[in-house]
């Protein structure tokens, strides 16, 4: 029951993976190019997948051993391609694959206490996974290489602790700091948008709507402090400054929601983009880096 549980939380990424490979495997039967076309997506099921982040986070010797195993029979695929031997290739390939999986199930963590609270930590990872993917996306395509490592080292350790306090059966805490990952992946993604040279009007159909979408925003932000910096141990000038912050901020909240009730949105569009700014800042001079 234990285990059944745990192995659901992964097996959407994995079995999509799975299911590309298997397509993989039937094209390399029907041409012979077939089997050099399938080295991109296992070299990035070995390196780069939710899983292998997994491995190399578990710290399961096991894991990491098989995980090796698996780049060693990748790397002996790539000679034999070289050499012109795609049948012993395919095999390799195969075997690459096979062992991965193993890795990746070794690794799955097993400490279990509330089966709720795992497989939403599970849903959670993996959204985290799919932001991080897209994050680095938005960067490269805005040049913004030094915001995206500077946002991926933090979020290295915010996922690394959390799976490990799911090993320890921390579930509840493990989820706390999954959330801080997901909603700094969040409003990283919406501060590079909203820096986007691009016109409002033409992303929302109505200013009601770009209003909605910036309570959003600003909403996203106050969580993000509520997760990141209220359990920061504060100098007693840091937290008057965030206080601060977070007083303005709210203050324009409270301005730009009286505009909405009376329907001048576009009034109430900036002073929530002033808000959220204030929010930024406070977030900022905790000492966490988001850019905006």
């Keep these: 029951m234990m285990c059944n549980t745990m192995t659901k939380i992964f097996h959407g990424s994995i079995l999509l993976v799975l299911l590309a490979t298997m397509s993989g495997n039937a094209n390399a039967q029907s041409a012979q190019d077939g089997v050099a076309d399938r080295l991109p997506n296992i070299e990035r099921l070995l390196t780069q997948s939710s899983g292998a982040k997994q491995v190399l986070n578990s710290n399961n010797s096991d894991a990491l051993a098989r995980r090796q195993q698996a780049l060693d029979a990748y790397r002996q695929a790539q ?15 195969n075997q690459s694959t096979r062992l991965m999986f193993e890795a990746i199930k070794m690794s799955t963590p097993t400490s279990l206490g509330d089966d709720k609270l795992i497989v939403n930590y599970g849903q959670r990872r993996e959204a985290v ?10 960067s490269e395509e805005n040049h913004e290489t030094e915001v995206r490592d500077k946002v991926n080292q933090q979020l ?7 799976d490990k306090l799911l090993q320890k059966g921390n579930n509840e805490k493990a989820r706390v700091e999954i959330d801080k990952a997901y909603h700094l992946l969040k409003v ?20 009601e709507e770009e209003y909605h979408y910036e309570i959003d925003r600003n909403d996203t932000h106050s ?36 505009f909405a009730g009376k329907n001048a949105h576009e009034q109430a569009i900036e002073l929530l983009e002033q808000s959220t700014r204030q929010l930024v800042r406070a977030i900022r001079s905790a000492g966490i880096y988001i850019p905006g």
């Design 156 to 162: 290295a350790g915010l996922v690394e602790r959390a």
């Design 188 to 207: 990283t993604i919406e501060s590079i948008r909203s820096g986007q040279t691009l016109v409002r009007s033409l992303q929302f159909a109505t200013k």
């Design 79 to 93: 000679e034999k391609i070289n050499q012109g031997d795609d049948q012993a290739a395919a095999t390799l390939l």
């Design 223 to 258: 969580m993000l402090i509520r997760l990141l910096v209220d359990e920061k141990k504060k100098s007693d000038a840091m937290q008057q400054k965030v206080g601060e912050f977070v007083a303005e901020a709210n203050l324009l909240r409270k301005q730009a929601e009286d």
């Design 129 to 138: 996974i799919a932001l991080q993917d897209a994050f680095n996306r938005i």
